[in-house]
């Protein structure tokens, strides 16, 4: 029924070489914002000061739209890329358990290619739209990654509507978010730290995301991943925009190593692309 789960350890050693016990706990509690003290021989971007978070934010942790008992949990991480485009893999996408998509990633127009089920939004502030539920079901869990401490500063504004400070992010996040508070949540900062110790580079949302999606899922398939050709640098580089790699030139994004470490994952059989690719 699930046989992602028995390559699961082969893959840790092999691209990790490390051991990392699987973790199924995603989100944040207040009890962990100790954790600054601790991470300090990571590079300072990645760090958060939790005391911005008031001591009555009562965030829930629990992952509520979809039981934990679940034997074998069957998930799909929809990337943004252009590969996922005439795939017509959205009634595919909308059979998973849990449909991961990311930043501000359209969906309606775009249905039978991505889909219309969104189980979580992984995003951070500048990729948040003003009006989530455009593109997101009523239930969809808003998971917020603190990539700095100013994410977690505008998180805190958005839930109280204090008054916002727009300093501190490389393009301006919403300053009307309208967002049912009760599915929101934000990701553990385990994650980051996982990704980033083991490759040192900036993560995309979607390389984290499929990095989540190993801990808490049995089987993990994948869509929407890839960069246009170097053949073809007209090619844009999302499903929904025309931007092309030009846009990635000051990127801090390593993409070659990402690309690496997916198609060793696939290799592996820890994961699987729904599509054809590179
Ligand atoms: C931080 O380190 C202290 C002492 O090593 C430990 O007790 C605590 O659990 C750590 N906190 C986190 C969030 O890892
Ligand atoms: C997805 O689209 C189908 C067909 O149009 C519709 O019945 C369903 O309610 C939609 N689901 C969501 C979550 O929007
Ligand atoms: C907010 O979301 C919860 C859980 O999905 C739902 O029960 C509740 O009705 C929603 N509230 C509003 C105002 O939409
Ligand atoms: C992208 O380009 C196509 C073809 O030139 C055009 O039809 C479309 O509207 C453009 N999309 C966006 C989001 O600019």
């Known amino acids: 029924m699930c046989p992602v789960t028995k390559v699961f350890s082969f893959f840790l050693i092999l691209l990790f070489s490390s051991r990392i016990k699987r973790r199924t706990k995603l989100f944040l509690k207040l009890e962990d ?53 005439k795939t017509s893999l959205g009634s595919a996408i909308n059979k998973y358990d849990v449909v991961i998509r990311l930043n501000n990633a359209p969906v309606p127009g775009y249905e039978e290619d991505v889909g219309n089920k969104t189980t ?104 929407g991943f890839g960069y246009p050709p170097k053949s073809d640098q007209q090619q844009p580089i999302h499903y929904f925009e025309n931007n092309t790699m030009k846009a990635m030139k000051s990127s801090p994004h390593d993409i070659n190593h990402e690309a690496q470490a997916l198609k060793r994952l696939e290799e592996v059989g820890a994961l699987m692309y729904l599509h054809p690719h590179l």
């Open 33 to 85: 914002f100790l954790w600054r003290r601790n991470a300090s021989k990571l590079p300072s971007q990645y760090l958060f000061d939790g005391s911005l978070l008031p001591r009555n934010l009562n965030m829930p942790t629990s992952f509520f739209p979809f039981p934990h008992s679940l034997k074998c949990k069957m998930c799909v991480v929809v990337g943004n890329s252009f590969a996922i485009k």
């Open 120 to 223: 979580m939004r992984i995003f951070y502030p500048e990729s948040a739209i003003s009006n989530p539920r455009l593109h997101n079901d009523e239930d969809t869990l808003m998971v917020m990654v603190p990539f700095k401490p100013h994410d977690l500063r505008w998180l805190k504004e958005m839930l109280y509507d204090e008054k916002r400070d727009r300093r501190g992010f490389w393009k301006p996040p919403p300053l009307i978010w309208l967002v049912n508070r009760s599915n929101v949540r934000v990701l553990d900062p385990h994650f980051m730290h996982q990704t980033v110790k083991q490759m040192p580079f900036q993560p995309t949302t979607g390389f984290l995301a499929v990095f989540v999606a190993l801990n808490y899922c049995d089987v993990v398939h994948i869509a």
